[in-house]
């Protein structure tokens, strides 16, 4: 077998992986990471289905001619020209990107220098967010209309990984879930997030942040962090951004 051979097969036989869109550098707009600069990587495919999801050109089977396979080569091939080869922090997200095995693109990425953060709802751990940088998860309250099972979030959290959980509160009934998971996982930052209507181009973030702020205060809840959506804020609902 010539070389040129092995490696035509290594490629054919690499994983692919439906990619929505990549983008960036922008900041990070959410979360523990807020501010950072960050190029984005999209999967398409989401096993939830969230009333207020944003990025549903990223999850529902009629968007699936727009996302482009992908191998873990070209994805790396993608980021590393979007940030001129240099070290960047990489944000996974979806879509749900746990329901592909990234483990790959993770180990040839940090060869590069890249840093690798991973956005998931907390519904499928995997054994490679082991070699993630940072993990933050997002379990979706009431308002999403979606289940989450505590004991999954769980298995994802098992591994010695800067994590973070951040919630988004639309209403009191997100609130009090959102204190659920803090008390299930104590020790682990806490981030909520004011709920933005996916239509809102504008929304009423200083409103939202004084109930909650009064919320939280009511509760004495000190160990907590609230925040908008900073690209929102910034650039409204607009994609690759
Ligand atoms: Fe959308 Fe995220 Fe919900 Fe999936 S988990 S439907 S990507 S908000």
Redesign the pocket.
Known sequence: MTRRFIAVCKSTFMKQIPISEIFGPTLQGEGPLIGKPSVFVRVGG?D???NW????Y??LPEYKNEWEKLNEDEILSKVLSLSNDNSILVTLT???PALYDLSGLLKKGHTRGLIFALET?GSIAKPWFANLDHLILSP?GPS?G?ETDWNVVGECLKYDVPSALKFVVFDDEDYGFARRGAELFPGIPIYLQLGTNPDDGKSTFGNQANWLLQKVMEDNWQNVTILPQMHVMLWGQKRGV
């Open positions: 989401c939830y289905r969230c999801c944003d990025t549903l990223a999850v979806g879509g749900n709802q979706k999403s979606m």
